[in-house]
């Protein structure tokens, strides 16, 4: 059975901020919320052991997960901009493939990719990166 993970509800035009305190342990599947708990183009972030996760949720409904520090200068890309299957670092403007983790050209880096999947309207994500998204390297 999935654990109830550590969720900071990042601000957004329609939510306020809001904590849920546990913690989940690295390398499990955790229940988010509901899908409809993340706005569409918005982002909520979950606190895990090695780090917080942005949980993206895109215009057509596609859930992506990424450790939520741009590869550029670590901004906190669960508040940038989403547009499309990418999101937009609010610090210097880098574009992150949602998908993929890397910035796309001419940036070069990348943030660490999870996996995610929606069951029955429930949002669901494993807490360890996935291994070809390890990318500790950054551009500058």
């Not at 949002?123 to 291994?131: D, G, K, N, S, W």
Request: include cysteine; charge should be negative; hydrophobic fraction near 40%.
């Amino acid at each position: 059975m999935p654990t109830k993970p550590n969720i900071k509800l990042v601000k957004t035009p329609m939510t306020a901020a809001a904590d849920i305190k546990h913690t989940p342990p690295a390398g499990a599947w955790i229940e988010v919320g509901r899908l409809d708990d993340i706005p569409r183009l918005g982002a909520r972030v979950v606190c895990a052991p090695d780090g917080d996760i942005a949980v993206f949720r895109a215009a057509d409904d596609h859930v992506f997960a990424l450790r939520d520090q741009c590869p550029h200068r670590g901004g906190p890309l669960s508040q940038g901009i989403v547009h499309g299957h990418k999101v937009t670092c609010p610090l210097h403007n880098w574009n992150i493939d949602l998908q993929s983790g890397t910035a796309l050209a001419p940036d070069v880096g990348c943030a660490g990719v999870y996996s995610t999947r929606v069951e029955n309207g429930v949002v669901f994500l494993y807490t360890a990166p996935l291994p070809s998204a390890d990318c500790s390297g950054s551009s500058e």
